[in-house]
C-alpha cells in the first residue's frame, strides 16, 4: 500500500546544502517509521537516519552527527532529510523507507523496511 517518491537530490560544492523529500501516497503517514539509507559506489548501503511515527530521530553514522536532520510533516505526507555542510564522502544514492507494517520503530537494518523510494542521485564535487 504504501509508495514513496523521492525529490531533491543533485550537485553540489562541498559545504553546499541540500534537502531530499520523500512524499507518500497512503492515507496517512502518521503509523510509519521511515528511515533514510545511502549507497556509495562499491559500498554497502547504510542507515543514515530514521523517524519513529512519534516523531523521535536516531542517528545511525558519526558522520553525519550535526550536519544532517531528519523531520517528518505528517500533514503533507512527506519526510525530509536536510543535509548541511556537505562533503564529497556525503556522495551516494540516497534512499527514503518505510518500516515493514507500520509498527512505527527505527531500524538501522534494511530488511526491517518494506517500501522503498526509488533513489536519489546526490553528488559532492568541487
Known amino acids: 500500500q504504501l509508495q514513496l517518491v523521492q525529490s531533491g537530490g543533485g550537485l553540489v560544492q562541498p559545504g553546499g546544502s541540500l534537502r531530499l523529500s520523500c512524499r507518500a501516497s497512503?492515507?496517512?503517514?502518521?503509523?510509519?517509521?521511515i528511515g533514510w539509507f545511502r549507497q556509495a559506489p562499491g559500498k554497502e548501503r547504510e542507515a543514515v537516519l530514521c523517524?519513529?511515527?512519534?516523531?523521535?530521530?536516531?542517528n545511525y553514522l558519526d558522520s553525519v552527527k550535526g550536519r544532517f536532520t531528519i523531520y517528518r510533516d505528517n500533514a503533507k505526507k512527506t519526510v525530509y532529510l536536510q543535509m548541511n555542510s556537505l562533503k564529497p564522502e556525503d556522495t551516494a544514492v540516497y534512499y527514503c523507507?518505510?518500516?515493514?507494517?507500520?509498527?512505527?520503530?527505527?531500524?538501522?537494518?534494511?530488511?526491517?523496511?518494506?517500501?522503498w523510494g526509488q533513489g536519489t542521485q546526490v553528488t559532492v564535487s568541487s
Open positions: 523507507a518505510g518500516d515493514l507494517f507500520a509498527r512505527g520503530s527505527c531500524s538501522h537494518l534494511p530488511v526491517d523496511f518494506g517500501s
Open positions: 497512503v492515507f496517512t503517514l502518521d503509523y510509519y517509521a
Open positions: 523517524v519513529s511515527n512519534s516523531g523521535g530521530s536516531t
